[in-house]
């Protein structure tokens, strides 16, 4: 790319910045509660009974292009991301967790290059699909057992596991890839967590749902920047989205309901397993994610199609509320007008 260009691109990039988000997450000022004692029974978890967190993805769980200044956001913000970052004041699950659970292990600190293989235990790799998450699930065996070998008890520390994965396997399926085959996410899916059952001890797993990744098209299109940058620059990154093609903007959104689908039925079958030691929930919070709503600034300002720190922060209240909301009752977007935590008291479970 000529020097010219990106000059011209970073004037239009800085001509949008905001001072703050337009729909900011409120404090988290929920009672501390007392230490809830052992828990013998992953249907009996609460928050204070965590004391590992863990994640798996792509590049949205690495942090990729967060924050949304050059040229630094080349890098991954993993200790900003929602799932599992653990960076001081920070919007984020663990970093919530931590008020009722001292001592949490595992958040990621800080930032990465990119398509690193895992950093502390976000095993997370940019450019992953669901194809190559058993590699994640070794990298997280390997790191507890390593380097958490002297702060975490492998076999009988309850694990808080979040994995959020399918926008890389949506991303070519207008072209008929197998990457996207309904049939592929599901395999893929069900050897995951078969790995995860035979090899993690103790843990809860949260299964993340996906947003209509074609929101992402359109609120671009709001902002010049994205236009020419969708159109010159980074016309492959997502290629049945930067088409612009109705057809191909259709076809990604009928493969996140299929993956969706696939995801709350495959959860629920083991869930029913009745391990005392594991399972596994479907939590829905962002799939109904209205990404035209919230706006581009919820978008990364390096490439327009990562979320930004903004949209992770809404991600932490979105799947902390469903963290505490029973099966068939999980919303699945937030109130943009009534932004509001779920404070835990001494008989909620995770569910």
């Not at 011209?8 to 997450?25: D, F, K, T």
């Not at 029974?41 to 990729?64: E, H, P, W, Y």
């Not at 070794?138 to 958490?148: A, G, S, W």
């Not at 199609?305 to 937030?334: D, E, R």
Request: proline share 7%; charged share 15%; hydrophobic share 40%.
């Amino acid at each position: 790319m000529a020097f010219p260009k990106v000059l011209c691109l970073v004037v239009l990039l800085s001509a949008s910045v905001m001072c703050g988000p337009p729909y900011p997450i409120p404090p988290f000022d929920c009672p501390t509660l007392p230490n809830p004692g052992q828990a013998s029974n992953v249907r009996q978890l609460r928050a204070g009974n965590i004391k590992v967190v863990m994640a798996m993805g792509d590049s949205i769980t690495a942090g990729f292009a967060m924050k949304g200044h050059l040229p630094e956001d080349f890098l991954e913000y993993r200790g900003h991301v929602y799932s599992i970052g653990g960076d001081k004041s920070q919007i984020t699950i663990p970093n919530w967790l931590g008020h009722y659970a001292k001592d949490v292990q595992g958040a990621a600190k800080g930032d990465t290059r990119p398509l690193i293989k895992g950093a502390w235990l976000d095993a997370a790799v940019s450019g992953a699909r669901i194809e190559e998450m058993p590699p994640q699930v070794e990298y997280l065996v390997n790191t507890l057992r390593t380097e958490y070998n002297d702060t975490v008890d492998f076999e009988n520390d309850w694990k808080l596991l979040t994995l959020f994965i399918g926008a890389n396997n949506i991303c070519p399926s207008c072209t008929n890839s197998s990457h996207g085959w309904p049939t592929t996410f599901e395999s893929s899916l069900r050897q995951t967590l078969d790995k995860i059952h035979a090899e993690i001890p103790r843990v809860f797993v949260n299964m993340l749902t996906i947003f209509n990744i074609s929101g992402v098209w359109y609120a671009g299109q709001t902002k010049l920047y994205c236009r020419e940058l969708w159109q010159h620059v980074t016309q492959n990154e997502c290629g049945c989205l930067t088409t612009g093609n109705e057809t191909d903007l259709l076809l990604m959104d009928m493969h996140s309901v299929w993956f969706n689908a696939i995801t709350e039925k495959v959860a629920a079958e083991y869930a029913a397993l009745g391990d005392p030691h594991f399972t596994t929930v479907a939590q829905p919070g962002v799939s109904g994610f209205d990404i035209p709503f919230f706006g581009e600034h919820y978008l990364s300002t390096l490439d327009c199609f990562h979320p930004s720190l903004w949209a992770n922060q809404a991600f932490t209240l979105a799947i902390w509320n469903n963290m505490f909301q029973p099966v068939g009752s999980k919303s699945t977007t937030l109130d943009a007008q009534n932004l509001t935590i779920i404070c835990p008291d001494e008989n909620s479970f995770l569910q």
